[in-house]
Structure formats: C-alpha cells, structure tokens
C-alpha cells in the first residue's frame, strides 16, 4: 500500500509540476482599455456651406477641316541669302520615288535674318495621300 501511496504522490506531484509549468500558456494579460468616447453636446454643429470650385470651359469641338497646310520653317545662324533660296514639296509615289509637286516650289514667303517661313495650302482632295516631304 506504500508502494501506491507513494506512486500517487509521484503523479500528483509531477503532474501539479506540469500544470505550474503550462499555466502562463493559459494566462494572458488583459487588453488595454479602449479610449474614451467624447461627450456630445446640445449645442448643434453648423452644416458646412458649400462653396462653387471654378472648372474648366468646354471647347466645341472643332469642325472638320476643309483643308490643311503644310509649313515650312527654316533656320540657320549661317550668313545665307534666305530671299533667294527655293523651296519645294515632293510626294512619294508607288514605286518609292519622291516626284516635285507642281504649284508647290518657290522662294520663302516670309524672311528675316535668321530664316524664312513658307506655306502651302492642301486641298481635301488630297488628304490622305503622300507622303509629302
């Protein structure tokens, strides 16, 4: 009966070892407090007044063109004669050859020291073709 009592005494007391052992597994400390809430008032909020933000102006969008141009400026800080200089536009035909446009060659319309500014109006019969150059 000694040898009982004293097995019994051996599981309880390894037994309490592992339950102090696990026990902070089990306990958690508690959650911090949650913040307090503020106390309404009687006193009611004004409603915000809104305010007008400017936007953009709509543009109408532009009719298509009844024609187009093609532009032509020059620079150069060389000494050159810009009023005597010619110009002239050429398309790409078929076969990969750039041909003179007819009509479109001639000196600058405008000069001034540093270059010229030429301009020749497309009509739309010849949108979309070209290239021109």
Sequence with gaps: ??????????????????????????????????PTRPIPTNTPTPTPTPTA????????????AQSSSIILQARSTAALEWPKLWTVVEWQDG????????????????VDAAGGHKTWSIPPTLFSRGPFR
Excluded: C, N, S, Y
């Design 95 to 110: 076969d990969g050859a750039w041909q003179d446009v007819e009509g479109w060659q001639g000196p600058f319309d405008q």
């Design 53 to 64: 933000i400017p936007t953009a102006t709509v543009t109408p969008v532009p009719e298509p």
């Design 1 to 34: 009966m000694r040898k009982i009592h004293l097995k019994l005494w051996m599981v309880l007391f390894i037994g309490g070892f592992l339950f102090l052992g696990m026990l902070p597994i089990w306990v958690q400390a508690a959650p911090p407090p949650l």
